[in-house]
C-alpha cells in the first residue's frame, strides 16, 4: 500500500494557482489509471486504485496547504504505511517551470505544507518536487505561488502532468530515477529538423 499526497488549496478561487499543481498532479493520475471516485477521508479527498500491481491512495488534504501534515499524519497511521510509502507531490519554486525532481528525506526549504508533513510525520518521506519556477524576488515569491498558471503555461503544463501520470507506476516500484528519467524524456522538446539542402544548380 502507497499514499501518494498532492498539496494544494482547497476551493475554486485556489484550483489553477502555481501551489495547487500536486493537486492538479494526482487528479491526474486517478484520470489516468481509473481510479475510484474521490471521497471525504482523513480530513481530504482520497481516491483508490491501482499502480501496477500495487494498491494506492491518492489523497489532497483539504485543511489549507499550512496544516497538511494533519491530513498525511491521519491516513499513513491508518494504513500503518512507513515513511517510504509516502510519497509526496507538490510546487517547487527553486526548479524552472516543468522540470521534476525527486528526494527523499531532508529539509522543507521554507515550503509550508512540507514544513506541516515534517511535523506530523518526520522528515524521511518520499517527495516529488515540480518546479513552478521563480519570480526573482523574494518579496514576489508568495504573489508567485498563490498566482495562477496563465494561457502560455497550458501546452507545457498539460504534457508535464500526463508525463507525471504516465510515470507514476515506477514510484511504487520504488524507482524514484526511473520516475524522473521518463517524465523528462516525455517532456523534452522536440529535435528541430535540419533543413534540407537546395540543389546546386551549377551541379557544385
Do not use: C
Not at 497538511?68 to 509516502?86: C, H, I, M, T
Not at 516543468?98 to 505544507?113: C, D, I, L, Q, S
Amino acid at each position: 500500500m502507497f499514499l501518494l499526497v498532492g498539496l494544494g488549496n482547497p476551493g475554486a478561487e485556489y484550483a489553477r494557482q502555481r501551489h495547487n499543481i500536486g493537486f492538479m498532479a494526482v487528479e491526474r493520475i486517478a484520470e489516468a489509471h481509473g481510479f475510484g471516485a474521490w471521497r471525504r477521508r482523513f480530513e481530504g479527498e482520497a481516491a483508490e486504485g491501482r499502480l501496477g500491481n500495487q494498491k494506492v491512495l491518492l489523497l489532497k488534504p483539504l485543511t489549507y496547504m499550512n496544516n497538511s501534515g494533519r491530513s498525511v499524519a491521519e491516513a499513513a497511521r491508518f494504513f500503518k504505511l512507513e515513511p517510504q510509502d509516502v510519497i509526496v507531490l507538490y510546487d517547487e519554486i527553486d526548479l524552472v517551470p516543468g522540470k521534476v525532481r525527486t528526494k527523499t528525506g531532508g529539509g522543507h526549504a521554507g515550503h509550508n505544507g512540507i514544513r506541516s508533513i515534517h511535523d506530523h510525520l518526520g522528515p524521511d518521506y518520499r517527495r516529488i518536487r515540480i518546479g513552478v519556477g521563480h519570480p526573482g524576488n523574494k518579496e514576489r515569491v508568495i504573489g508567485h505561488v498563490l498566482g495562477n498558471f496563465g494561457p502560455s503555461d497550458k501546452v507545457w503544463l498539460d504534457e508535464l502532468l500526463d508525463a507525471i501520470a504516465d510515470a507514476a507506476p515506477f514510484l511504487v516500484e520504488g524507482a524514484d530515477d526511473k520516475f524522473q528519467t521518463r517524465v523528462a524524456f516525455l517532456t523534452q522538446p522536440p529535435e528541430p529538423k535540419k533543413a534540407k539542402k537546395k540543389d546546386d544548380p551549377d551541379g557544385n
